[in-house]
């Protein structure tokens, strides 16, 4: 198991002990788009605030992928 593989469920809300994996599935799954949004989801957020900017970057990082992934079909899909 790779180091980034360890850290990939690591605590990301240290007030209501939010893991990583908790706010992807209510971003990836449950389609969160702000931090309010996974607040109301995972409870993350609700408390000090201190982890606002993370799922704020785990939203972005997701929209991001997403972006990508789609970007890479259309390629394919011209190539055909
Ligand atoms: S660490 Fe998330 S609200 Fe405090």
Redesign the pocket.
């Known amino acids: 198991m790779t180091a980034t593989k360890v850290l990939a469920n690591s605590t990301i809300?240290?007030?209501?002990g939010v893991r990583e994996s908790q706010i992807r599935d209510a971003v990836a799954v449950y389609g969160c788009e702000t931090v309010k949004e996974v607040s109301a989801a995972t409870d993350?957020?609700?408390?000090?605030?201190?982890?606002h900017c993370k799922i704020r970057q785990m939203i972005a990082d997701y929209q991001r992928e997403r972006a990508d992934a789609a970007a890479t079909v259309a390629d394919a899909s011209e190539s055909l």
């Open positions: 809300c240290r007030c209501f993350a957020g609700r408390g000090c605030t201190v982890c």
